[in-house]
């Protein structure tokens, strides 16, 4: 399988189009047929203007991590500290608060859910354990 070297959050640029888009999900498809078996890195993709779209990880570039994403955004330039974030694969330690994030929206939506019986909340949970289950499977 390819490496994958962004995570969601990050700010990336789509082959074939001018927006930058933030990285929801990150989706791992293996195919199989008859003659061959391969995997597929497929991203489910939100514009800066809130539009939605999915890439393969082919055809994606890193613009900026997750963390510098407002700066760059704000001033449109890479800093040394953006460029040097952007060569380093994430951490673990990066990884785990991401899923202590999504662990505290997915239990704050089930609570809501619980409260006011409205289905938002219960996809709001479901959308963060699948997160969760995308950042785990990529660190394996």
């Excluded at 001018?18 to 003659?35: A, F, G, P, W």
């Excluded at 202590?100 to 409205?118: F, H, M, P, R, V």
């Amino acid at each position: 399988m390819r490496k994958i070297h962004v995570v969601a959050g990050d700010l990336v640029r789509v082959k074939g189009y001018e927006t930058l888009y933030y990285i929801d999900t990150i989706n791992t498809h293996n195919v199989e047929t008859s003659d061959a078996t391969w995997s597929e890195i497929e991203l489910d993709l939100t514009s800066v203007n809130g539009e939605y779209n999915f890439a393969y990880i082919e055809d994606i570039e890193l613009v900026c991590r997750a963390n510098h994403s407002s700066e760059y955004l704000r001033t449109g330039a890479l800093t040394t500290a953006m460029l040097k974030a952007n060569k380093a694969l994430p951490t673990q330690k990066q990884q785990s608060a991401t899923i202590d994030e999504l662990l505290d929206i997915a239990l704050d939506s089930q609570k809501l859910y619980k409260i006011t019986g409205l289905s938002d909340f219960q996809a709001q949970e479901k959308a963060a354990y699948d997160l969760i289950k995308n950042l785990i499977e990529m660190s394996e």
